[in-house]
């Protein structure tokens, strides 16, 4: 139960994060931000189901996929000219090269449009079925962070 309860938990940090997309629609900092963070959510669910600290169902594997497709099909909507500044992590490398980082977003569309294919209408079947659909998104993280976000 403990796990169930732990797994469930992440899936509504994922649904919180969704919520404030929606609320701060008029601020592309913030809308921008508040989908990485679903998709570190689903990456948290999604990466411990992959090893283990997490029981795999097929539901769970379902949601982390489809907050990875529905945060790779709009991030790229939030980088408007002038929102460099500020609270963001935003590297100014975006703006500068944005062909570079385009790239880097088909990357990410490209692996999480795979993974909804082998999802299915129940989810992957087995955690090895998951991994093999998971494992490719999680693979676009890094360097479209070392290219285009600085830490703060
Ligand atoms: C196409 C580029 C790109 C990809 C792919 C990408 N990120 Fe990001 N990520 C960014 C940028 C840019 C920021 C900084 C946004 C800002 O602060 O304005 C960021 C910020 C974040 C944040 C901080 C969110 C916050 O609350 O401010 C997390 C967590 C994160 N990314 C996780 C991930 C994970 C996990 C993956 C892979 C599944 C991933 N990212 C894939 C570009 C990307």
């Known amino acids: 139960m403990r796990t169930i309860s732990k797994c469930l938990s992440v899936v509504?940090?994922?649904?919180v994060a969704g919520?404030?997309?929606a609320q701060a629609a008029d601020d592309p900092i913030k809308t921008r931000q508040a989908v990485m963070s679903s998709v570190g959510a689903a990456a948290g669910l999604g990466g411990g189901?992959?090893?283990g600290e997490l029981d795999y169902t097929p539901a769970a594997g379902k949601a982390a996929i489809a907050t990875m497709r529905a945060a790779a099909m709009t991030f790229g909507s939030y980088f408007p000219d002038g929102s460099t500044s500020g609270?963001?992590?935003a590297a100014p490398a975006i703006w500068s090269d944005r062909a570079g980082f385009d790239a880097?977003?088909?990357k990410f569309a490209m692996a999480t449009e795979k993974a909804v294919a082998a999802s299915g209408k129940a989810g992957p079947a087995d955690i090895d079925?998951?991994?093999a659909a998971f494992g490719p998104v999680l693979g676009t993280c890094k360097a479209c962070h070392e290219g285009y976000r600085v830490k703060k």
Not at 12 to 15: K, L, M, P, R, V
């Open 12 to 15: 509504s940090i994922a649904i």
């Open 19 to 21: 919520l404030g997309v």
């Open 104 to 106: 880097e977003l088909a």
């Open 129 to 131: 079925a998951f991994k």
């Open 87 to 89: 609270n963001t992590e």
């Open 49 to 51: 189901m992959m090893k």
